[in-house]
T-cell receptor
Framework: GAGVSQSPSNKVTEKGKDVELRCDPI?????LYWYRQSLGQGLEFLIY????????KSGLPSDRFSAERTGGSVSTLTIQRTQQEDSAVYLC??????????????FGDGTRLSIL | AQSVSQHNHHVILSEAASLELGCNYS??????LFWYVQYPGQHLQLLLK??????LVKGIKGFEAEFIKSKFSFNLRKPSVQWSDTAEYFC??????????????FGKGTKLSVKP
């Protein structure tokens, strides 16, 4: 079946511009997670959605980062006024039910973001 | 705060050699433990997981891991590696109680290179 889909796969933008990253989870998965993978930092948790609400945004690095999820499905991660330190691979994962943490998470291919 | 340590940054082995990748975590409560693998150019895939029960868990492709609670460890093993096992391996943990949001805390990863 279809896995987690992320777009774009690559994004190059100038410092100061806004970017939007999209995640389409596996159908029926109520939990959705955003992570960031950068050199030297490994994989860091950003935000968690259960349905359309985000009970935990504690991983968002600054107020330039925001995310939303609509219809219990697609999520967008927005980074405003991008900085060079935002360059990373942004990964999305979904799981059947985030209320049971033993549900395995399924990852997308990620969006590689490069800030010039 | 929870953290995960992977002891080796890069491991180089010849085919048929045995593999053990170390993983230690710090968290005082019940945990769920995971190993994910990222083959070159592919997304993160679940290799195996431990939730409860037998501390020796078997995953795909001949991998296994042993949870040793007293050592806060979850080391990954394979008796005989193949060239196709060349990949990056990530250990991850989340809080293992019901109602948890399930976001994963990852180690920084270990790159495995297998020489044919």
């Amino acid at each position: 079946g279809a896995g987690v889909s992320q777009s774009p796969s690559n994004k190059v933008t100038e410092k100061g511009k806004d970017v939007e990253l999209r995640c389409d989870p596996i159908s029926g998965h109520t939990a959705l997670y955003w992570y960031r993978q950068s050199l030297g930092q490994g994989l860091e948790f950003l935000i968690y959605f259960q349905g359309n609400s985000a009970p935990d945004k504690s991983g968002l690095p600054s107020d330039r980062f925001s995310a939303e999820r609509t219809g219990g499905s697609v999520s967008t991660l927005t980074i405003q006024r991008t900085q060079q330190e935002d360059s990373a691979v942004y990964l999305c994962a979904s799981s059947l039910d985030g209320g049971y943490s033993n549900q395995p998470q399924h990852f997308g291919d990620g969006t590689r973001l490069s800030i010039l | 705060a929870q953290s995960v340590s992977q002891h080796n940054h890069h491991v180089i082995l010849s085919e048929a050699a045995s593999l053990e990748l170390g993983c230690n975590y710090s968290y005082g409560g019940t945990v769920n433990l995971f190993w994910y693998v990222q083959y070159p150019g592919q997304h993160l895939q679940l290799l195996l997981k431990y939730f409860s029960g037998d501390p020796l868990v078997k995953g795909i492709k001949g991998f296994e891991a042993e949870f040793i609670k007293s050592k806060f460890s979850f080391n990954l093993r394979k008796p005989s590696v193949q060239w196709s096992d060349t990949a990056e391996y990530f250990c991850a943990v989340n809080a293992g109680y019901g109602g948890s949001q399930g976001n994963l805390i990852f180690g920084k990863g270990t790159k495995l290179s297998v020489k044919p």
